[in-house]
């Protein structure tokens, strides 16, 4: 069994988040320390720690995550101008929470995707 992080605390509004969006599937907040004018995670409501746990049953949890993605970035102003769409995996890609979560970073030019060596 997973180990709840902090963001189910978040989902179940027991500690304090701006919360953008939430239905039965999924929520939103504003990062806690945004890399870009715009960041907002998008999580899905039931604990999936990571990429590699994503199983068929969760599709339409992760379906609606790009879907309030796409209505968030409109209502953020910056749907034409275009945003960036994250989701990291254990070590190497940088996670450090486990609870799976997808990044919607805008507001400024975020430019090609280059990994630091
Ligand atoms: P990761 O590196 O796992 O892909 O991203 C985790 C993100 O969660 C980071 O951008 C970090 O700033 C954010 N974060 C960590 N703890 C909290 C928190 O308690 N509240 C909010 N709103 N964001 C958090």
């Keep these: 069994m997973a180990e709840e992080t902090i963001f189910s605390k978040i989902i ?6 701006d919360i953008l969006y939430q239905d039965d599937l999924v929520t939103a907040f504003c990062d806690i320390a945004p890399k870009a004018p715009t960041h907002i ?6 604990l999936i720690p990571t990429v590699n746990d994503v199983k068929s049953s ?5 379906g609606r995550m790009i879907t309030v993605a796409a209505k968030l970035a409109d209502e953020a102003g910056i749907a034409d ?7 990291n995996c254990n070590k190497h890609g940088g996670q450090e929470v486990y609870h799976i979560h997808m990044h919607l970073l805008g507001g400024q030019y975020i430019g090609p995707l280059v990994a630091s060596r």
């Design 12 to 17: 179940r509004r027991e500690i304090p988040a």
């Design 41 to 46: 995670l998008i999580v899905p409501n039931h």
């Design 58 to 62: 969760d599709e339409k949890a992760l």
């Design 81 to 87: 101008d275009g945003y960036r769409l994250v989701i």
